[in-house]
């Protein structure tokens, strides 16, 4: 019982620091990301941060895949709860909006961090092909369908990080309109 409750505890700080890790390093400023600020954000000391992680770029590392984790479990939820063709499209750019756009630090996290912390230098394309993996299945088998899926993930990465940095100017509807419709279009096209 009373590891139990323990085990409980090191959960809570641990999910703790990775909200922290999540609101620091998807920051409207950018990341900004030290042991300090993580403890301070998540309201504990650094013995618990140490408890959980040996460093500052391993923590990183683990928001980043906590965070892409979620996008792809929304993802893969939508596509498998999908009643129709047309949501198998749509249902996904749905969920990813809603974690993505709805959540703006998230969606920072996933796109833009990869991009301006060293930590992160390899890791958005570790999941890329996994992105690349759904767009793929909802295609026609052609020959360039490999080709359609990772340029249609490019289109709607370079669309989300446009949205999130003040780059695209239009309204949520028209994001998601337009994202379901770059996916069709892909799909008639392949």
């Known amino acids: 019982m009373r590891s139990q409750q323990l085990e409980e505890r090191r959960t809570k700080r641990y999910d703790a620091l990775l909200a922290a890790g999540v609101e620091l390093l998807g920051s409207p400023d950018g990341p900004a990301v030290n042991v300090r600020a993580v403890c301070r954000t998540a309201g504990l000391t650094e013995r618990y941060f140490y408890e959980s992680f040996t460093d500052r770029d391993t923590f990183v590392r683990a928001v980043y895949e906590w965070v892409g984790g979620r996008a792809r479990d929304a993802l893969l939820d939508a596509v498998a709860q999908a009643a129709t063709v047309e949501d198998t499209i749509a249902a996904p750019v749905r969920s990813f909006v809603e ?92």
Not at 122 to 147: K, S, Y
Not at 154 to 164: S, W
Not at 174 to 180: D, T, Y
């Open 99 to 190: 974690l993505i756009i709805d959540e703006p630090r998230t969606g920072r996290v996933l796109l833009i961090a990869p991009l301006s912390e060293p930590a992160l230098s390899r890791r958005g394309l570790d999941l890329l092909p996994g992105f690349v993996e759904l767009v793929h299945a909802q295609l026609p088998d052609t020959e360039d369908r490999q080709l359609i899926a990772v340029g249609t993930v490019g289109a709607l990465t370079a669309l989300f990080i446009g949205y999130l940095d003040g780059t695209i100017t239009v309204t949520r509807e028209v994001l998601v309109a337009h994202c379901i419709r770059l996916i069709s279009d892909a799909a008639v096209q392949g």
